[in-house]
């Protein structure tokens, strides 16, 4: 399976380093062909970076949308930027890029770090280098994924008491925890393994940065060695990036989980189960999946831990453990990764009046779809998505409409058909139909905007009757808000 790319949330992340301190990560080039090869500079200025999401990416003059557009580039191109330089301007944040043939200024959310495809580095690098993905973790991607995982406790004057668990998450040492793990810190102490079947040593002291007791979680970002010394941005440390969106996680998934149960030197504990329920609820008046359950085991001290799928994919953080009376099971709660770091970057609350008065970058209103089966557009037949939707506060921008397909059943698996013209299908086969607008007004309601997908692009071709759902979504081009409209349940009969 083709690793998605990483999403906004690693950059996001590793931004608040670069506000406090003006450090950034170091991020390794990509070894994939046609790659710019950009070694670590010494003055830790130009990292290596990609184009994210589906769309070409417009480069302007400068950093803003007044300047000319000067270069166009595609989804997966790579190239350098400088996030020392990092300027905002109009909505956005811009930062210098960098190619062969000429320089420009792109927005920060079209860029991801360039993947690391070679385990050369996944001891002081990305750790996912290591997994294999074959959906199932064996003892060396167990310890590869571990080196991640750290020992965080609260530093009270010559006193450190309260440990609990946290997972680095850029190479520079910013770590995700939950905010009543280092509640009070003065600083914060963190302990990285060595050896996997020892205690972890004290290397680092760092402070909190981004914290958001509503949802439970906190950033850290390391500041000092164990003898208060102040680090450099460079620290190459293991790191695992939050990549996985909480939409992609479902019941029956097999997971890890990561954590220090006990208080002081205790030992890495590592265990086992399955997400037996997702629950949604509204970010920022947007339902999404807040909560995931499960049934394997999580103790009090691994709080604020690590939870991967198979793949080794970041699902989300262990956040605490609610005992049932009626069938006397134990159900552990997780926070997905994309939840938690959008609530620390202070972007996301829940419940009644959160984030009161906070203007949304675009309201959308949804109307209604209609579904079409036996549609015939350009002499195929297939299903046509007639949709109504209205789009405030995006006038003369790009934005798409998405109709992903999945199976429904207890996996949720995306409909995957490699053979698909590409245009009914994802970098990884995935089955979808899109299309681009762009709203003429500063209100703009769409009535009756048709998606089509033909049955030969469904890919099944052995009689008999599939459940499916469509998950009907739109985002901007720009990666600035992405909105689900509606999810359509179907069932197809091939005879």
Sequence with gaps: MKRRPITWILFAAALIGVLVSGAVPALAASARPGAIALPRQDDGAWRCVEVNGQVGLNVRSGPGEQYPVVWERAPGEQFAAD????????NYNWVPVRFEDGEGWSITARLSPCAVDTAADADHDLVLAAVDEDGALDRFEIEAIARSVVLVASVRGTRIFSTGTGTIITPDGLIVTNAHVIDSAERVAVALLEDINDPPEIRYFGEVVGLNREIDVALVAIREDADGRPVTADLSLPYIPASLGADEVFRGDTVTIFGYPGIGDDYLVVTSGAIVSVENGDINGQRMPVWYRTDAEIAPGSSGGLVVNGNGQ??????????????????????????????????????????????????????????????????????????????????????????RFFHDDVRNEPLINLAAPSFYRDETGAVLTVMPITPCCDKTDFEDLTLFVPYIALG????????????????????????????????YTLR
């Design 83 to 90: 996030y020392t330089r990092l300027q905002r301007a109009g």
């Design 314 to 403: 970041f699902v989300g953080i262990p956040t605490f453990v609610r005992s049932e009376s009626e069938t006397g099971g134990r159900l552990g709660g997780i926070r997905p990764a994309e939840v938690a770091l959008m609530a620390v970057l202070g972007e996301a609350s829940t419940g009644p009046g959160a984030n009161a008065g906070a203007a949304a970058p675009v309201d959308v209103i949804f109307y209604g779809l209609a579904l079409d089966h036996g549609a015939v557009i350009d002499g195929l037949p297939g299903i046509a998505l007639r949709l109504s939707f209205g789009l405030d506060g995006w006038q003369d921008r790009d934005a798409t409409v998405f109709a």
């Design 460 to 491: 099944l071709d052995e009689a008999g009757t599939y459940p499916l759902k469509i998950k009907v979504e739109v985002a901007a081009d720009d990666a600035s808000w992405r909105r689900t409209l509606s999810w359509e349940y179907i069932t």
